[in-house]
Structure formats: C-alpha cells, structure tokens
C-alpha cells in the first residue's frame, strides 16, 4: 500500500458536514483539524505533485474539516475569526503540504471576498452548500467586459489560478470599457466553475500541487448582482458586508493578502525546520563519522533559521492584531497603513525565505533527492515567494513612496 492510499482522512466530517447554516466551530476547534489534517497531507503530497493538483479526497477533507470556512461570515455557518485566525489555520496546513496551503490561502482569501457581494450572490454561493471552495484570479488586464442588457459579457484567459481544479466558484477580472471613450472600469466577476475552462498550463519548479493553471471563457454573461467594481474591495460599506456586523467585513481586501499567502509560505518553512531537526539530532556525516548536531556550522544555520521564522511569526500577528485594532475601533486604514500592511508582508517573507535557505544549507547532499519533503517545501518555496504579495522590491517601493509624501499609485489599494 502506498502512503498515499494509506493516508485515511480524519473522522470529523460528520461533525462538520454541511447542513444550511449550521456553525462551522470554533478558530480552537479549527486549528484541531487542520493539526490533524498535517500527517494526512504529508503522505498525498508526492500525489499531489504528480497529479498536478490537489487530490479529490484533499479537497474533500478541506470541505469536512472546515478549515477554508475561518473568515467566513457566522450568517452562514463560518467561523468569521480575525486575521490571526487566518494565520494559525495557513501555518499548520503549511506544514503538511505547501501546495494544500497556497490553494488553502486562496479558499479563505475568496470566502472573505464573497462577503462583499451583493446578498443575492452570497446566497447563490453558499444558500445551499456553505462550504463551496472558491478560487480566483486577480489580473483585470487580461479580461475584456461590456455591458449589456443581461449584465456584462466577459473574455479573457488568466495565468496562475491556483486551486481552481478543486473549486465550486472562480473569481474573475476584467476591464469594463467605456462607450464614451472615457477611463475603463475595473470589475469582478463572480461564477460557477463549470462556466470556465480550465487550461492545463501548470508546470513549474514547484508548488506542483496546487494546479495553478490557466481558466478562460469568451463571451460568458455575468449578471449584473454577480459582479463588483474595485472601489468595493477597497474597505468601507459594501453591498454585502451590510450582512455582517462584524469589523472583519470592512477590511480593504488586497491590504492583508500578503498576509495571507506569507502565512502558507511561512508554515512550510516551519515544516522543512521541523523535520531538519528531527533527522539532525540522530544524523552522523558521512565523511567525518561525528554527529551532524556537534558541528557549529549546523548550530548556526539552526539559530538563523530559529530566528527568521520566529521574526517572520511575529511580524504577521503583529500586523493582524493592529488591523483588527482599526476595524473595531471604526477606522479604515490610511494609504501609508495599507502600503505598510503589503511592504512588511512582503519582508516577512524575505524572512521565511531567509529562513528556509538556513535550512536547505544545513540539510546538504541530501536535500537533493526529489523525495525528500524538506527537498520539496523548497521547492515549493521557491515557488510561492515569486508571487506579487512577496515581492519586495514593488510593495517597498509603494511604501516608501507614500512615506515621501507622494500619492498612492496602486488602484488596488
């Protein structure tokens, strides 16, 4: 029998089984599952490499266990948690398989986006099945839409949408044009999976589990309550957050995404630092004979990796609990607080990277083999921090322009 064959979901899915809006649980209760979840995704992770996606029971689990329901509003049965909820969910899973965390991160980040839509598309999504997983695309430039009697009619094709083979729902974007010639409007689309086709471009160095492939559709009509102009995912009001009191609800959603995809990041070099210290302390070098963990060498590399991920692990929650400290206290963040949130995102996961490289030095020769789970969280890592969130160079420099009294240039935001 192979790991993967042997790797029995846990027995929490008639727990949480789906029945209206029935609460999915506690942040507590939660974090449980995805700890149990991390021994299980372990053993599918070469599974989920050679299947180029995330296994169907994978996703199944994801469903049963809750875990991608952590923002979402108590209205329907989620846990609606603060962001540090959010971390301690991506950390654990990380953990287990970075390619079920960075589709993971994708599931929660969406769910927290349907919150903004308008009531009737909420209860499309999640009326009759609150644990629908939602993926999605954020690139407006590659979608073209104009408006007509039915709503918008959309074309396009976009890159990188991971999780979506796993999905029920998939975000869009594209560019509304206007017919007098003025500025084109940034708009969000809201559909079915079975609307979409899936293109099978994901071949990549890493993260091969979280089938990030292209989705297109041509001429596909949207209807008008299944859509969202940009200005809605800047923070405030917004025709569905009138739904849920809660603070949570008001948050500028592309401020804390780097937030959110760090956390996975993070949790996979949590992992990879995990297992090095496991095999370290029974491991003798090959060349010499001596215990690996009496060299200074490791001791170090152990230390830097200690400290940039226990530096990474403080930044994020400390990001989240100030956020969570505006929301509640009625105040929407500033433009130099919304670029600071992506900047030091972006250079906490220059910190996990720091951190995870100490690992890889340290691990040596046999880091090289393919199935080797350190070897892969590399990769995976490699993988992960080519993303926009964790791009240091672009999100410290929209700070920095606007701590130099210069405006804001990233619409998004």
């Given at each position: 029998m192979t790991d993967a064959a042997s790797a029995k979901s846990p027995q929490f899915a008639a727990e949480t089984a789906a029945d209206g809006h029935r609460s999915v649980g506690t942040p507590e209760e939660l974090v449980h599952r995805a700890q149990a979840l991390i021994p299980i995704l372990r053993a599918r992770a070469a599974e989920a490499d050679a299947l180029r996606q995330l296994p169907?029971?994978?996703?199944?689990?994801?469903?049963?266990?809750?875990?991608?329901?952590?923002?979402?509003?108590?209205?329907?049965?989620?846990?609606?948690?603060?962001?540090?909820?959010?971390?301690?969910?991506?950390?654990?899973?990380?953990q287990g398989c970075g390619s079920t965390a960075w589709c993971?991160?994708?599931?929660?980040?969406h769910n927290f986006m349907v919150a903004q839509w308008a009531p009737p598309a909420q209860e499309a999504v999640w009326r009759d099945a609150p644990d629908n997983l939602v993926s999605g695309i954020l690139?407006?430039?590659?979608?073209?839409?104009t408006k007509v009697a039915e709503g918008y009619r959309l074309t396009g094709q976009w890159p990188f949408v991971s999780?979506?083979?796993?999905?029920?729902?998939?975000?869009?974007?594209?560019?509304?044009g206007n017919a007098d010639g003025g500025v084109p409007e940034e708009r969000y689309f809201l559909v079915p999976r079975r609307q979409i086709t899936i293109v099978q471009t994901w071949d990549a160095m890493g993260l091969h589990g979280s089938g990030s492939d292209d989705v297109k559709v041509a001429d596909l009509i949207v209807p008008e309550h299944m859509t969202l102009p940009i200005g809605?995912?800047?923070?405030?009001?917004?025709?569905?957050?009138?739904?849920?009191?809660?603070?949570?609800?008001?948050?500028?959603?592309?401020?804390?995404?780097?937030i959110?995809?760090?956390s996975a990041s993070l949790g996979m070099a949590?992992?990879?630092?995990?297992?090095?210290?496991?095999?370290?302390?029974?491991?003798?070098?090959?060349?010499?004979?001596?215990?690996?963990?009496?060299?200074?060498?490791?001791?170090i590399k152990v230390a830097e990796a200690v400290a940039s991920l226990e530096a990474a692990r403080a930044v994020l929650y400390s990001m989240c609990g100030e956020i969570m400290a505006l929301l509640e206290a009625g105040v929407l963040p500033s433009d130099e607080q919304r670029t600071r949130y992506r900047s030091v995102a972006a250079y906490a996961g220059k910190l996990v990277f720091a951190g995870a490289n100490a690992i890889w030095d340290a691990e040596g020769a046999r880091g090289v083999y393919l199935k080797n789970h350190i070897a892969r969280e590399y990769r995976n890592l490699c993988t992960a921090t080519r993303h926009v969130t964790h791009n240091w160079d672009g999100n410290a420099?929209?700070?920095?322009?606007?701590?130099?009294?210069?405006?804001?240039?990233?619409q998004s935001l």
């Amino acid at each position: 029998m192979t790991d993967a064959a042997s790797a029995k979901s846990p027995q929490f899915a008639a727990e949480t089984a789906a029945d209206g809006h029935r609460s999915v649980g506690t942040p507590e209760e939660l974090v449980h599952r995805a700890q149990a979840l991390i021994p299980i995704l372990r053993a599918r992770a070469a599974e989920a490499d050679a299947l180029r996606q995330l296994p169907a029971q994978t996703a199944r689990d994801l469903k049963a266990s809750g875990i991608a329901r952590i923002l979402q509003p108590a209205r329907y049965g989620g846990c609606e948690a603060s962001f540090a909820g959010m971390v301690d969910i991506l950390r654990t899973i990380g953990q287990g398989c970075g390619s079920t965390a960075w589709c993971l991160a994708q599931y929660i980040g969406h769910n927290f986006m349907v919150a903004q839509w308008a009531p009737p598309a909420q209860e499309a999504v999640w009326r009759d099945a609150p644990d629908n997983l939602v993926s999605g695309i954020l690139i407006p430039l590659l979608g073209r839409a104009t408006k007509v009697a039915e709503g918008y009619r959309l074309t396009g094709q976009w890159p990188f949408v991971s999780g979506v083979n796993n999905a029920d729902w998939c975000f869009l974007s594209g560019m509304v044009g206007n017919a007098d010639g003025g500025v084109p409007e940034e708009r969000y689309f809201l559909v079915p999976r079975r609307q979409i086709t899936i293109v099978q471009t994901w071949d990549a160095m890493g993260l091969h589990g979280s089938g990030s492939d292209d989705v297109k559709v041509a001429d596909l009509i949207v209807p008008e309550h299944m859509t969202l102009p940009i200005g809605y995912l800047k923070g405030g009001e917004t025709p569905g957050n009138r739904l849920h009191p809660a603070p949570l609800y008001r948050s500028p959603s592309y401020m804390w995404f780097g937030i959110l995809l760090t956390s996975a990041s993070l949790g996979m070099a949590e992992g990879m630092l995990t297992d090095y210290l496991q095999e370290a302390k029974k491991r003798v070098a090959l060349m010499s004979g001596q215990e690996t963990r009496s060299s200074m060498s490791q001791q170090i590399k152990v230390a830097e990796a200690v400290a940039s991920l226990e530096a990474a692990r403080a930044v994020l929650y400390s990001m989240c609990g100030e956020i969570m400290a505006l929301l509640e206290a009625g105040v929407l963040p500033s433009d130099e607080q919304r670029t600071r949130y992506r900047s030091v995102a972006a250079y906490a996961g220059k910190l996990v990277f720091a951190g995870a490289n100490a690992i890889w030095d340290a691990e040596g020769a046999r880091g090289v083999y393919l199935k080797n789970h350190i070897a892969r969280e590399y990769r995976n890592l490699c993988t992960a921090t080519r993303h926009v969130t964790h791009n240091w160079d672009g999100n410290a420099a929209a700070h920095g322009r606007v701590k130099l009294g210069l405006p804001l240039d990233n619409q998004s935001l």
